[in-house]
């Protein structure tokens, strides 16, 4: 069987899957170790696009979808939980300030997000920040170094120990993934050559 990236969350404590069945969405969570599992099923939520799920702690998680890409525009949703996953609210997402194609969802907590897109006519990395919970959201100014400046970026979903943060950014014509770093809550990022795949 084969996962797809971001449909699931594992850790020493918690383990937690997405998928969908129909036009149903499933949320699967084990909070120990897989001995039991919690089912949430959130019924005709289905968008027809990208699922995601991650945890910033045992309590603090968050879920996204995605709907169907037309014409290069593609909705987001983006919900959290703070209960560790048996209730789920909807947060604000990036639709009214950017709704292209999505490629990574992350959170450090229930209200810093980041929304990740694909390339288009710009090539650095398109992120979006909310420290509110979606209620606002800020494009970020990420450069890519002097040696990729040609090429296209696409961020994938960062991940956040405490305060730090590690963004992932795959290259179009290199064919490489290169790291970024932030050791503010991800307000700033910094290229990294000492971080390897």
Same mark, same amino acid.
Do not use: C
């Given at each position: 069987? =084969?996962?797809?990236?971001?449909?699931?969350?594992?850790?020493? +404590?918690?383990?937690?899957?997405?998928?969908?069945?129909?036009?149903?969405?499933?949320?699967?969570?084990?909070?120990?170790?897989?001995?039991?599992?919690? +089912?949430?099923? @959130?019924?005709?939520?289905? $968008?027809?696009?990208?699922?995601?799920?991650?945890?910033?702690?045992?309590?603090?998680?968050?879920?996204?979808?995605?709907?169907?890409?037309?014409?290069?525009? $593609?909705?987001?949703?983006?919900?959290?939980?703070?209960?560790?996953?048996?209730?789920?609210?909807?947060?604000?997402?990036?639709?009214?300030?950017?709704?292209?194609?999505?490629?990574?969802?992350? %959170? @450090?907590?229930?209200?810093?997000? %980041?929304?990740?897109?694909?390339?288009?006519?710009?090539?650095?990395?398109?992120?979006?920040?909310?420290?509110?919970?979606?209620?606002?959201?800020?494009?970020?100014?990420? =450069? !890519?170094?002097?040696?990729?400046?040609?090429?296209?970026?696409?961020?994938?979903?960062?991940? %956040? +120990?405490?305060?730090?943060?590690?963004?992932?950014?795959? !290259?179009?014509?290199?064919?490489?993934?290169?790291? %970024?770093?932030?050791?503010?809550?991800?307000?700033?990022?910094?290229?990294?050559?000492?971080?390897?795949?």
């Amino acid at each position: 069987m =084969h996962l797809k990236k971001n449909t699931y969350y594992i850790s020493r +404590k918690k383990i937690a899957f997405i998928s969908t069945n129909e036009s149903d969405i499933l949320i699967t969570i084990s909070n120990n170790k897989g001995k039991s599992w919690n +089912k949430v099923v @959130l019924q005709n939520a289905y $968008q027809g696009g990208e699922l995601f799920i991650g945890f910033s702690s045992n309590d603090v998680g968050y879920y996204a979808m995605t709907t169907d890409t037309a014409m290069g525009k $593609q909705y987001n949703y983006i919900y959290v939980t703070k209960d560790g996953g048996r209730s789920w609210n909807e947060i604000g997402n990036t639709n009214e300030v950017y709704s292209r194609v999505v490629t990574g969802i992350g %959170f @450090l907590d229930d209200k810093i997000g %980041f929304v990740g897109f694909r390339y288009e006519s710009e090539n650095n990395p398109t992120v979006y920040r909310t420290d509110n919970a979606g209620v606002t959201w800020e494009k970020l100014e990420i =450069h !890519l170094p002097y040696e990729y400046v040609s090429d296209y970026a696409t961020p994938l979903t960062p991940k %956040f +120990k405490n305060d730090k943060g590690i963004l992932p950014v795959k !290259l179009r014509d290199n064919n490489k993934t290169i790291y %970024f770093v932030s050791n503010d809550k991800g307000k700033t990022w910094e290229y990294s050559s000492n971080i390897n795949g």
